[in-house]
């Protein structure tokens, strides 16, 4: 039986920039391989993981994609030993001076991002954040060196290691999003006990920080009948408490609004409310920002549900993350999988 914790450090401690996620892939693999009757990777990169239900062949099929590329850095050139670098994703970049990074060149090197002295700086730039083509990462080691082991193209990640705060909440660097590759992991070690009739494919999808293309190709690849996507979504913080946050370790959030079918919506909060599993509702007026944005528009359009995990400080390598929550996660798809009736998707309508 997979240990949540350690997984979870595990996931946060090794590579998988988006587009390259084969380092991390490999950890998910390995878990999953036990879980799952088969499993494969797409032409894109992602995990596919299958569970045969037990409803006579052709069995309808449910899709779960939790995305596990992270955000990064890539180096753009070398001057005088220094790496100069881009972004791969969304990092922030008012929190990335004095990081510390790996560089996976020839070899994993060690190194800081490090800004000039503000007098050195363009006067334009002020007291506002400094942009990344004015950082730099020192490694500490002679030009040469430096030369002989990274070349431009060469990728950058976070290296703060994980950091429990408490006896559930969890700090570290790419929480968002191997926190939801753990909760579909949860729901595949309790599905172990547990009979469903639909087939279940669990996804770890490739690239979503860049072009949400892992979840699309996967979703043609398959062809589900319904797909949830899990995902992490802002945590409640001091004056930032409004209807976009939701406070951690204080339950699961479940997406209302656009890449949601009502229907799906409707049948994970009944469910949780059964199972008195704690929950709120976030409304999303626009795209999720999740898998769900690409999966259900695949073919003829796939119903979708998002199913969220409140996370503080994302983009940041000190985001925070409930075990709980995770746990609950798992549970609820857990629970969902094993009361799909096989007529389910005959059934729902699209109404409000």
Known sequence: MTELLPFLKSLISTSGLSGYEEPVRHIILETWRPLVNEISISHLGSLHGLRYGSAPSPRPRLLLSAHMDAIGFMVTSIIDGFIHFTKIGGADVRILPGQPVTVHGLNDLPGIIVQPSPRLLPPAIGNNPVAVEYLWID?????????????????????????????????????????SIAAVTACLEELQTRSHRWDVWAVASSQEEVTAGGAQTSTFQIRPDLAVAIDVTFGKSPNFSDYRTSPVGKGIVLGWGINVHPAL?????????????????????????????????VAEGIPCMVLMLPLLNMHTPVEVVSIKDINRAGRLLAEFIAHLETDFIQKITWEN
């Open 139 to 179: 490694t500490g080691l002679e030009p040469e060196r430096v030369s002989g082991y990274v070349k431009v193209g060469d990728r950058i990640s976070f290296a703060q290691p994980p950091i429990e705060l408490d006896s559930d909440l969890l700090s570290g660097h790419s929480l968002d999003n191997r926190a």
């Open 265 to 297: 919506y409707r049948a994970f909060k009944d469910l949780a409310e059964h199972l008195e599993i704690p929950y709120r509702m976030e409304t999303i007026p626009r795209d999720s920002s999740t898998d769900a944005m690409t999966m259900e528009v």
